[in-house]
């Protein structure tokens, strides 16, 4: 992995410093104004805060990079790279006190051919004390924060940080499946909920740490049927480095689709065609 690539992952830590800062002086606070977007999603002042001072330490230390957010919409420009930011994925257990939410930051690569892949992914989760880590050939990693280490630097808190691997498991009847609800399936949900009963143990987590947990091969099986990429950037490279695939919904790789799958690899063309029957 080059020199730059390493950067552009300390990088991305700094941002998620930055951002953990923001959200979590403004998580349970009494005073969080919460508004509606034109889709009918709830959005924070949290949120609108963290991808704004994002936005400026990029725009500030990353000027020739381009930007797609989910609360202020893309500008790509006409660089070669581009970050990926979800300010807060998990905004409504943000606002209801769950601590299932984080910021998720990534950087997709373009090459000559006009091909996309992400090459570095941060998910950072303070109320969880966790973040998750990758870059292109250099694994992927979680770290574990108290929240006062949270402040730190980051290089006091090496040792808490260890590399992740997806499991082992090779038949649905013994995998652990985690998704969010059964809204946005469609014709797949009764296949779904088929394959659900076939399988070991099926929990609703939700949101980015469903995909986590398959990389660190804690759960097996993570599907969501309705995403954007701001929502499953940093969580592919992630899954990937950790020896997973990640695809949308038909089976295609990447996070470029409108949904996702992650699995450990072993699991994933029976996943795909079992809600694709």
């Given at each position: 992995?080059?020199?730059?690539?390493?950067?552009?992952?300390?990088?991305?830590?700094a941002?998620?410093?930055l951002?953990?800062?923001?959200?979590?002086?403004?998580?349970q606070?009494?005073?969080?104004?919460?508004?509606?977007?034109?889709?009918?999603?709830?959005?924070?002042?949290?949120?609108?805060?963290?991808?704004?001072?994002?936005?400026?330490?990029?725009?500030?230390?990353?000027?020739?990079d381009g930007?797609?957010?989910?609360?202020?919409?893309?500008?790509?420009?006409?660089?070669?790279?581009?970050?990926?930011?979800?300010?807060?994925?998990?905004?409504?257990?943000?606002?209801?006190?769950?601590?299932?939410?984080?910021?998720?930051?990534?950087?997709?690569?373009?090459d000559?051919?006009?091909v996309?892949?992400?090459?570095?992914?941060?998910?950072?989760?303070p109320?969880?004390?966790?973040?998750?880590?990758?870059?292109?050939?250099?694994g992927?990693?979680?770290?574990?924060?108290?929240?006062?280490?949270m402040?730190?630097?980051?290089?006091?808190?090496?040792?808490?940080?260890?590399?992740?691997?997806?499991?082992?498991?090779?038949?649905?009847?013994?995998?652990?499946?985690s998704?969010?609800?059964?809204?946005?399936?469609?014709?797949?949900?009764?296949?779904?909920q088929?394959?659900?009963?076939s399988?070991?143990?099926?929990r609703?987590?939700?949101?980015?740490?469903?995909?986590?947990?398959?990389?660190?091969?804690?759960?097996?099986?993570?599907?969501?049927?309705?995403?954007?990429?701001?929502d499953?950037?940093?969580?592919?490279?992630?899954?990937r480095?950790?020896g997973?695939?990640?695809?949308?919904?038909s089976?295609?790789n990447?996070?470029?689709?409108?949904?996702?799958?992650s699995?450990?690899?072993?699991?994933?063309?029976?996943v795909?065609n079992?809600?694709?029957?």
């Amino acid at each position: 992995m080059s020199t730059d690539l390493k950067d552009d992952l300390a990088f991305a830590h700094a941002l998620a410093d930055l951002a953990d800062a923001i959200s979590l002086d403004r998580y349970q606070a009494q005073d969080l104004v919460v508004s509606t977007k034109p889709d009918s999603t709830p959005v924070t002042d949290a949120d609108r805060a963290v991808e704004t001072a994002i936005r400026e330490a990029i725009s500030m230390h990353r000027s020739e990079d381009g930007l797609v957010g989910e609360e202020f919409g893309s500008d790509k420009g006409a660089s070669s790279r581009y970050w990926v930011i979800d300010p807060i994925d998990g905004t409504k257990n943000f606002m209801r006190g769950v601590p299932i939410w984080a910021t998720l930051i990534a950087l997709v690569e373009i090459d000559s051919s006009g091909v996309e892949e992400v090459i570095v992914g941060v998910v950072s989760a303070p109320a969880l004390s966790r973040r998750w880590s990758a870059a292109r050939e250099l694994g992927a990693y979680v770290r574990f924060y108290s929240h006062d280490e949270m402040n730190e630097d980051l290089d006091s808190n090496e040792s808490l940080e260890k590399r992740i691997k997806v499991s082992k498991v090779s038949s649905i009847s013994d995998a652990s499946i985690s998704y969010s609800d059964f809204v946005g399936w469609g014709s797949r949900l009764e296949p779904f909920q088929k394959m659900l009963n076939s399988a070991w143990r099926t929990r609703a987590i939700g949101d980015f740490w469903s995909h986590m947990l398959v990389a660190e091969g804690s759960i097996d099986v993570a599907i969501e049927p309705s995403l954007a990429l701001w929502d499953m950037a940093a969580l592919e490279i992630i899954v990937r480095e950790a020896g997973g695939i990640f695809t949308d919904i038909s089976g295609r790789n990447g996070p470029f689709g409108s949904s996702a799958i992650s699995t450990n690899g072993l699991l994933h063309n029976e996943v795909v065609n079992g809600v694709n029957p």
